[in-house]
């Protein structure tokens, strides 16, 4: 990713704002909106060019406060033109906003997430169709084979130490993105853990939880991500934001438990094994070829006895589709 370093000076009309990581908090607004008329603009924003068909000339990477605190008071904003394609964008903008003191637990999930995705990425190049278990493996193999001097038997011992099921998880992308959050590898799984139990699948309630002073306590919404039962944890989350003044997650809990039917309504089921089907299938349509060919006796091994002959016979039919329309050659099937 590039950057310049040349400061230019930007309308606030003329930067388009998209879909950000964080979120926009109005106080923090105004008072760096209060700061710049009295002291002026401190810290550059980040934007980049747009393309030829854009509305404006500008997008946002980072700086959405600042951005529009300089609206509010009707004031030019200084800024750095960034380059780079959307992920590395992402990544600045979160490297940007990580180090916030004022960043709640919900959101600091949100950045770490996406800067978590950055350094698995990097970490997984040059590495199509492995799991990170097996990369890691051979990293740190390379890395250990590199710096000290093996006898066979010690080699033996290391390889053995150091297989895949040890190494899930310990080493690699997770410890440099850690280390670039200024956190251990332990506390950034706590917050990939939030992400996963509350941002995914709660994408509507999130954003309400984190402005609430229970979201706003990282020990709080670790104890909503320890609630096991998905409907449960929905019903905890929906009372939180409803009761403003719920002090504790317990109190949520004995809300959602003086009412039997709340967490457990079919609603509740159905929209969550809804979700638990969206993220696989998002994370399975990240697999290339080769790694669909060697897991294919894996994944079989996950499917329901009860569903085998229905999937049997959707990939059948499938088959016969694509071999219909000249998108499947015999043999590649």
Not at 185 to 204: K, S, V
Not at 278 to 289: D, E, F, K, Y
């Given at each position: 990713m590039a950057r310049g370093s040349e400061i230019i000076t930007l309308r606030p009309d003329d930067i388009e704002?998209?879909?950000?990581?964080?979120?926009?908090?109005?106080?923090?607004?105004?008072?760096?909106?209060?700061?710049?008329?009295?002291?002026?603009?401190?810290?550059?924003?980040l934007v980049r060019r747009t393309g030829p068909r854009a509305d404006k000339p500008w997008r946002l990477v980072a700086g959405i406060h600042r951005l529009e605190a300089a609206r509010a008071i009707g004031t030019t904003i200084d800024a750095i033109e960034v380059e780079g394609d959307p992920d590395q964008l992402r990544a600045v903008e979160a490297a940007e906003n990580i180090h916030r003191r004022d960043l709640g637990p919900i959101e600091k999930a949100?950045?770490?997430?996406?800067?978590?995705?950055?350094?698995e990425a990097k970490f997984s190049e040059g590495f199509d169709g492995l799991t990170p278990q097996q990369i890691g493996q051979i990293k740190r193999w390379r890395e250990k084979r590199n710096q000290v001097q093996w006898r066979e038997d010690e080699r033996a011992e290391f390889e053995a130490l150091n297989s895949a099921a040890i190494v899930a998880g310990l080493y690699g992308w997770?410890?440099?993105?850690?280390?670039?959050?200024?956190?251990?590898?332990?506390?950034?799984?706590?917050?990939?853990?939030?992400?996963?139990?509350?941002?995914?699948?709660?994408?509507?309630?999130?954003?309400?939880?984190?402005?609430?002073?229970?979201?706003?306590?990282?020990?709080?919404?670790?104890?909503?991500?320890?609630?096991?039962?998905?409907?449960?944890?929905?019903?905890?989350?929906e009372a939180i934001i409803a009761n403003p003044e719920i002090k504790t997650v317990?109190?949520?809990?004995?809300?959602?438990?003086?009412?039997?039917?709340?967490?457990?309504?079919?609603?509740?089921?159905?929209?969550?094994?809804?979700?638990?089907?969206?993220?696989?299938?998002?994370?399975?349509?990240?697999?290339?070829?080769?790694?669909?060919?060697?897991?294919a006796p894996q994944l079989a091994e996950l499917i329901q006895p009860s569903a085998l002959t229905a999937v049997r016979d959707a990939i059948d039919a499938r088959i016969a589709a694509l071999r219909a329309a000249g998108k499947l050659k015999d043999g590649e099937a």
């Open positions: 704002v998209r879909e950000r990581i964080g979120l926009l908090w109005q106080e923090r607004v105004e008072g760096i909106a209060a700061s710049m008329r009295v002291e002026g603009q401190i810290e550059p924003i949100l950045y770490l997430r996406a800067l978590a995705d950055a350094h997770q410890e440099a993105a850690a280390a670039a959050a200024g956190l251990s590898a332990g506390r950034l799984r706590d917050y990939l853990r939030i992400h996963r139990l509350i941002i995914q699948p709660f994408a509507t309630l999130y954003e309400a939880l984190a402005r609430h002073p229970l979201g706003q306590k990282r020990a709080s919404v670790m104890a909503i991500a320890q609630i096991d039962d998905e409907g449960r944890r929905r019903a905890a989350i317990d109190e949520a809990l004995r809300i959602v438990d003086a009412d039997p039917g709340r967490g457990n309504r079919p609603a509740d089921q159905e929209r969550g094994q809804s979700q638990f089907l969206s993220r696989a299938m998002s994370n399975l349509t990240r697999l290339h070829s080769s790694t669909w060919r060697s897991w």
